[in-house]
């Protein structure tokens, strides 16, 4: 075989010539105008530690960029950038406005680049854009009052920036959209009327904003709508009565941390597809409606932190994965059957909610996933050495407030526990060693003696026992 410096050097020359002709006529294909449009984004880019755009350089083929995709005549109809959450993949600078000059662009993502600031108008010069995530950036700015004018959009999402003022009412003549979402920003305002012309969303994400004012009765228009997200708001009112029409195919209800009042309505019994519902943290009083019996195949549900009252209704659900019902007015007595056989439970929470038994007759049917359990100030006697017997994820124990009565000693206590609060109990035995790897630890009021392991915890997280002693408390007598 030939090797290569076998070759006649004109053969060789001949060959380079090659090369470089077909190398011109690739670099040839990307238009003018979005090559100096995505170098202008580049040079608006400080810092970009990960070298996502090491491959953008001036002459060569812009089709061929990473993250850039072209389609007929050449034209960069895709742009997609995105940091991985943990890794150094960050974007320092500023959106360059120049980016309105890819005419055809079809689809920007731009997603946990972390620090790219910049406001959403450039995004004004591109009438045919369909889809605009930009998530988890530093936007700021309004979103442009002539948003409107952007009618090929199938989906927008500024999801995760700091964008300010309110959401304008133009979003209506997007009769396209299929998603918008707007969540965890700094908007203000009202949940503009003219959404109701959206008759193709599927997805609606306003949460984590200063939105307020009641939640408009139009969800009659949505016959597609499945995630409904609205939660950590200022919206005041009832549930609007028009959310009974989503009950055929809504999967997600969020509209936890608001100051939204009135009973919680029966209709909700009939959300047949229903997997999360979070009520949490608002001012919802009178029962829990009956018709909850038919939520069969509810996995999470948080009714936490509001005012409601007994009876709880039993519930006829397969599975519950993670359950709150804390700090409401509830006397459950124990804890529920539907609750103790689900066979995937991970998150149980059932704080201030009367609570009286025995805790070592209590014997759930699976355990293994439990990563949280909060049963703080309930009546609860005995011990939780069976229950966290076989709980290997566990993250956060809290059980302040009760009547446990237990060796130490004996908790298993695993890798993984991060957060436990056994204060103002009845608690005896030495503290263990195991205690070390916890992070945030209170043992107060509790009947512990002996002598603390080596801890990093104040004198605060072991204060009024029988006789515990040494650092960070007093000495031990010898
Ligand atoms: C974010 O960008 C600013 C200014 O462009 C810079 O000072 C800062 O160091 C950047 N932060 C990170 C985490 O890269
Ligand atoms: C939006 O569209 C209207 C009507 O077509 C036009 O008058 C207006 O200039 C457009 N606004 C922007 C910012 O392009
Ligand atoms: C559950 O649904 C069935 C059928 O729609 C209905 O007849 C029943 O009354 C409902 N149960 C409750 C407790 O609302
Ligand atoms: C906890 O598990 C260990 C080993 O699986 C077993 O020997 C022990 O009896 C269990 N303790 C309780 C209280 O269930
Ligand atoms: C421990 O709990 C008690 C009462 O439950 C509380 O007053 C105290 O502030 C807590 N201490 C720490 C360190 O969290």
Do not use: W, Y
């Given at each position: 075989m030939l090797s290569f410096s076998q070759f006649p050097v004109p053969l060789f020359f001949f060959l380079s010539i090659l090369t470089?002709?077909?190398?011109?006529?690739?670099?040839?294909?990307?238009?003018?105008?979005?090559?100096?449009?995505?170098?202008?984004?580049?040079?608006?880019?400080?810092?970009?530690?990960?070298?996502?755009l090491a491959s953008w350089k001036a002459g060569t083929d812009c089709c061929t960029w990473s993250g850039v995709a072209c389609g007929e005549d050449n034209r960069v109809t895709s742009l997609s950038l995105s940091g991985q959450p943990g890794k150094n993949e960050i974007l320092s600078g500023t959106i360059s406005s120049s980016l309105s000059k890819l005419k055809k662009l079809n689809s920007l993502y731009l997603y946990d680049l972390k620090n790219l600031t910049g406001t959403p108008n450039f995004l004004l010069g591109l009438p045919e854009i369909g889809y605009v995530y930009i998530e988890n950036n530093k936007l700021s700015g309004r979103i442009p009052t002539s948003i409107g004018n952007l009618t090929q959009l199938v989906a927008l999402s500024f999801f995760g920036n700091q964008l300010t003022g309110p959401i304008p009412s133009s979003i209506g003549q997007l009769t396209q959209l299929t998603q918008l979402k707007l969540g965890d920003n700094l908007l203000t305002g009202t949940i503009p009327k003219t959404f109701s012309k959206l008759k193709s969303l599927n997805y609606l994400n306003l949460e984590k904003n200063q939105l307020s004012g009641s939640i408009p009765n139009f969800f009659n228009s949505f016959p597609e709508l499945i995630i409904l997200r609205l939660s950590y708001n200022k919206f005041t009112g009832n549930i609007p009565t028009s959310i009974a029409t989503l009950a055929p195919q809504l999967r997600f209800l969020e509209l936890g941390h608001n100051y939204l009042t009135g009973q919680i309505p029966d209709f909700l019994g009939k959300f047949r597809a229903l997997d999360t519902l979070d009520l949490s943290s608002n001012?919802?009083?009178?029962?829990?409606?009956?018709?909850?019996?038919?939520?069969?195949?509810?996995?999470?549900?948080?009714?936490?932190?509001?005012?409601?009252?007994?009876?709880?209704?039993?519930l006829f659900v397969k599975g519950i994965e993670s359950l709150d019902l804390s700090y409401n007015n509830f006397h459950l007595g124990t804890i529920p059957s539907w609750v103790t056989t689900s066979p995937i439970i991970y998150s149980l929470k059932l704080a201030k909610c009367g609570i009286k038994i025995k805790l070592d007759d209590c014997n759930p049917k699976t355990t293994y996933f439990y990563d949280y359990i909060d049963l703080s100030e309930n009546e609860i006697s005995g011990s939780p050495i069976g229950w966290l017997n076989k709980t290997d994820f566990l993250v956060g124990f809290y059980a302040s407030g009760n009547k446990l009565k237990f060796d130490l000693e004996k908790l298993r206590i695993v890798q993984t526990l991060k957060d436990l609060d056994l204060s103002r109990n009845m608690i005896y035995g030495k503290v263990p060693k195991a205690i070390s790897g916890i992070q945030k630890l209170n043992l107060s009021s509790n009947h512990l003696c002996g002598q603390l392991p080596p801890t990093k915890f104040g004198a605060n997280s072991f204060s009024e026992n029988n006789c515990l002693c040494g650092s960070p408390l007093p000495p031990c007598k010898a």
């Open positions: 470089l002709q077909c190398l011109t006529s690739i670099a040839a294909k990307c238009h003018m105008d979005d090559e100096s449009a995505l170098l202008a984004f580049k040079s608006g880019i400080t810092s970009d530690p990960s070298g996502m001012k919802f009083s009178r029962t829990v409606p009956k018709s909850f019996a038919n939520l069969t195949k509810i996995f999470n549900l948080d009714l936490s932190r509001n005012l409601l009252v007994d009876p709880f209704p039993i």
